[in-house]
């Protein structure tokens, strides 16, 4: 029993991180507004690139460590970035972050080729995403002191984001757009009393809580997405990662199954048909005029894009114009 108890538990983890990691499966132009806002950086999207890198690194013969996300942008000269999101406050994360990073340190060095004769190791810049509060959260960073054996110390350093103090409206003001749907984890703390006190009334009320939330953040999506914030691929992933955080939610405290497919079909009718045709439409005008800027014949691109001649024809008049 036990053991399907620590399988289940397991599994469970899992899948929460997976719909964690989920809201960093976002478009280049989001990811590099939530790292500008997580970094205090000025990165523009349209100059840089970005790719997600390695996050698994053996540790001897049988154990891989394995980080939430690293993140390289190449500007001028690539640079890298470790966000941890924890959902339970631990005295080791310091430590862990400071191995992570030594790891993905020296895979960079081994990757650049290491032809210099005096070898350098350049660390990412890490953060921690505290999503609930707890006595092992630090106010503003985790400190490691690393000794070495002539007695120099080097003091590690991670800043952190303390997430349940931000509320929907301060994450909206700093540009934290994918990070909205952990809102809905926050009522955790509150179903974990409720169930310890077997409050089978709270507990329901919690849920309902919980439900509401849910679509009051989906509300808050659709109108980021209405007011052209993050466009139709980044709604769709937030608002999956948004109803998956509410299941997890319900089957951890087994309150009401039906529940489940309720907050999944209010958050799917959300993204309605005509947004869904909106999206369409979009693509397709996208790539009538990046086939216009190639100067492809007309009847071709009505061919590719099922646009008709007076559509691109707009399209081209428009792209006419802002080249004068």
Known sequence: MEKKQAKKKRQESVRLDETVKLLFEVSKELLVTTLNSLFHENFDAESVEIEKTATEYPKNDIDIIRADLFIKIIEYKPRHFHIEVETEPSHIIGVRLFEYDIMKAISNWRLSGNTAEKPVLFMPKSLVIHIESGNNVPKD??????????????????????????????????????????????????????????????????????????????????????????????????????????QHLNKRYKVNEKLNAEVSDMVRTFINPNLIKQGEKQAKIEMATEMLLEDEPLNKIIQYTKLSKTEILKIKKTLNTEEK
Do not use: C
């Open 141 to 246: 960073f985790h400190n490691v002191d690393i000794v070495f054996a002539n007695g120099k110390i080097i003091n590690y350093t991670a800043p952190v984001m303390r997430y349940w103090e931000y509320d929907e409206k301060r994450l909206i003001q700093e540009n934290l757009y994918n990070l909205l749907p952990l809102q809905v984890f926050l009522l955790r703390d509150e179903l974990d009393r409720t169930t310890k006190k077997g409050d089978e009334e709270a507990r329901q009320a919690a849920i309902l809580k919980a439900r509401d939330l849910t679509v009051k953040i989906a509300n808050e999506i659709i109108k980021l997405h209405k007011d052209n914030k993050i466009n139709f691929y980044d709604l769709d992933k937030i608002m999956i990662a948004l109803s998956e955080l509410f």
